[in-house]
């Protein structure tokens, strides 16, 4: 078994297995290489050959316990046929959402837009160096999907006021989203992928119908991917209760964000937890960063725990910084 396997199946918490967030990204100067010859991003995503490259890169080079694949939650409105763009130096810009033509989304075609992506999954999957590795495939939940296809930019570029105002298109997309999502979970499953992980990056936004709008929808993709025999991990980040997550939705295992206290969530969450040092860390000292590693690892050492950040790598970090935190985790 590998070692996250047998973390999330068998609650050994004798190893401590390690990715990161973002692992295949512009802080690794391979990375930004193939980048700058390829300005078109969902271009570069759908090319196998360079998407399979960028997912090997961090294993390559730091040996860790999987490979991400190299994708983008946003692949799935661009499935559906909702335009997406990424600009340099300013992040996600989406078309305009026409809710007709999407509830014509036709699954064959859903299924060949995105086939690249799991032609990507099947040759990493069978790639030497995935020899007890897992092969992490990846989804966003409705929740956050349906925030990119409505504002069509990053929230942090702002959020439409009336935003939450229309129950209607939202129930009807997140409907939708879902439907979609539990065939792109399918589709990367058979490709090769040995875990999901589920992103719902905006969970922390939504105050009101928590229930309806995150918890509900992100159980059924759980239950979904149970049923296909994988395990699969979730990452509300920010939401405002990750106990009151876990008991309604029950995944394997639960990625925390960096505003959670370690203490206090062993104390409330049974199941394994992967996460939770902030990324910002990596910006500092070698120092600083294995005192507050440490403190992880001291923290989780009689829970089963996967180590990684609490948000994605930070394309400043350095790779120095990066071998520091692997050496320190691979120590203990
Ligand atoms: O290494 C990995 O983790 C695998 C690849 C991966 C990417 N995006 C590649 C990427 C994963 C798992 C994602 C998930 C993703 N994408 C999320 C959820 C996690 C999170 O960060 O909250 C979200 C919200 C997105 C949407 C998205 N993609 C945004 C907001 C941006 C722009 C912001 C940014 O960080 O630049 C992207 C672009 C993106 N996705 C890049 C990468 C490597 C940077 C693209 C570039 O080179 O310019």
Redesign the pocket.
């Given at each position: 078994m590998t070692p996250i396997q047998e973390c999330i199946k068998n609650k050994n918490t004798k190893i401590i297995p390690i990715w990161l967030?973002?692992?295949?990204?512009?802080y690794l100067p391979e990375?930004r290489e193939i980048?700058s010859q390829n300005q078109d991003?969902v271009k570069l995503c759908l090319d196998e050959n360079l998407s399979s490259k960028i997912t090997l890169q961090p294993i390559d080079r730091f040996k860790f316990d999987a490979a991400?694949?190299?994708?983008?939650?946003?692949m799935l409105p661009y499935g559906l046929g909702q335009e997406v763009k990424?600009e340099?130096n300013f992040?996600?810009k989406l078309g305009d959402l026409n809710l007709d033509s999407l509830l014509k989304t036709n699954e064959d075609d859903f299924n060949n837009k995105l086939n690249p992506i799991y032609k990507l999954i099947y040759k990493v999957s069978k790639d030497p160096n995935l020899k007890n590795r897992d092969l992490i495939g990846?989804v966003?939940a409705p929740w956050?999907i349906l925030v990119?296809m409505i504002n069509k930019l990053?929230p942090k570029k702002g959020l439409n006021e009336n935003f939450f105002k229309d129950k209607i298109l939202i129930k009807k997309l997140l409907i939708l989203i879902e439907k979609f999502l539990k065939i792109h979970i399918e589709n990367q499953v058979k490709a090769g992928a040995t875990i999901i992980q589920i992103?719902d990056?905006w969970a922390g936004l939504l105050k009101d119908n928590i229930e309806e709008y995150i918890y509900d929808p992100t159980l059924n993709l759980v239950n979904h991917t149970k049923k296909l025999g994988v395990p699969v991990i979730c990452f509300p980040?920010e939401i405002n209760n990750y106990k009151n997550f876990c008991d309604f939705v029950n995944p394997d295992a639960i990625n925390i964000d960096y505003s959670i206290d370690p203490e206090k969530i062993i104390k409330e969450i049974k199941i394994p937890v992967q996460g939770g040092l902030d990324p910002k860390i990596l910006l500092n000292d070698k120092q600083t960063l294995k005192k507050e590693v440490k403190r992880y690892l001291d923290i989780f050492k009689d829970h089963p725990y996967i180590f990684n950040l609490g948000?994605?790598i930070l394309p400043e970090t350095k790779i120095e910084m990066v071998e520091e935190l692997v050496k320190t985790v691979r120590e203990f």
């Open positions: 967030m973002r692992q295949a990204g512009r990375f980048r991003f991400i694949i190299f994708s983008d939650i946003l990424f340099k992040g996600p990846f966003g956050t990119y990053s992103f990056s980040r948000h994605g």
